[in-house]
């Protein structure tokens, strides 16, 4: 184990060909993979990774950069991945970046050393897609949990409380457009004013969590579990 520095986190088959397998890895990289070339899965097709910018990293880029959750589209043409502070798009044909990428804990990258002290750095949230591939949605601390437009001139990004009375907070920050040869949009949060708090200015409650969320495949409609409670919500 103390030779261990790679390890996977998560593995999803292709929705329409099931020869095709995607892994992610502790190390932020996600891999393809054709199990008709071998069934050892030592060698990849396509690498997906995003490089840190020269002098930019610190003791916790490698903590934040792990994958926790990857998710074909139902079309199988992008991946969907979730690290610990943001949500990224990619586009199976492109690997040299994310086609989007979409802010999540932002606001908390002040707070990193509290984060890493009460180990909730560690948490691993996962993410879905809408069956139509034009929404995407993750959890976050006080039982929020965010969805976001990825379709050409939607800007959405919403944020919504797991509760019997939940709240609707339009985020209205200024989107950047990606750089690549889609059209896809990035939402972009910033919460720099309030290192406690979420891009809506609301404290963030770091024992309450949104890990475990999906999407219906046909249906326009999320299920949530927050503490011991399963919430659905349909829009």
């Not at 992008?78 to 949500?87: A, E, F, G, K, N």
């Not at 993410?127 to 993750?138: E, I, N, V």
């Not at 896809?184 to 891009?199: F, K, P, S």
């Amino acid at each position: 184990m103390e030779d261990l520095t790679e390890v996977i986190t998560c593995a999803e088959f292709h929705p329409t060909h099931c020869n095709t397998l995607a892994y992610s890895s502790s190390k932020g990289a996600i891999r393809l993979i054709d199990l008709r070339q071998s069934a050892l899965c030592d060698n990849h097709s396509k690498l997906f990774e995003e490089h840190e910018a020269p002098g930019s990293k610190s003791f916790f880029t490698e903590i934040i950069a792990s994958v926790s959750d990857i998710k074909f589209a139902r079309d199988g043409r992008h991946i969907l991945s979730r690290d610990y502070m943001t949500l990224k798009l990619w586009d199976l044909n492109m690997d040299s970046g994310p086609v989007a990428t979409f802010q999540v804990h932002e606001h908390l990258r002040p707070k990193l050393c509290d984060l890493y002290e009460n180990d909730s750095i560690f948490d691993k949230f996962e993410c879905c897609l809408s069956g139509d591939g034009h929404r995407l949605a993750t959890g976050s601390y006080s039982n929020l949990f965010r969805v976001f437009g990825c379709t050409s001139g939607n800007t959405e990004a919403t944020t919504l409380e797991a509760s019997r009375n939940p709240m609707r907070r339009q985020v209205a920050n200024p989107t950047r457009p990606t750089r690549t040869l889609t059209s896809l949009t990035r939402a972009v949060r910033r919460g720099g004013e309030n290192a406690g708090a979420d891009g809506n200015g609301n404290s963030n409650d770091f024992s309450t969590k949104l890990l475990h969320l999906a999407w219906h495949p046909t249906e326009n409609s999320i299920a949530c579990a927050a503490g011991n409670s399963l919430y659905m919500y349909y829009a």
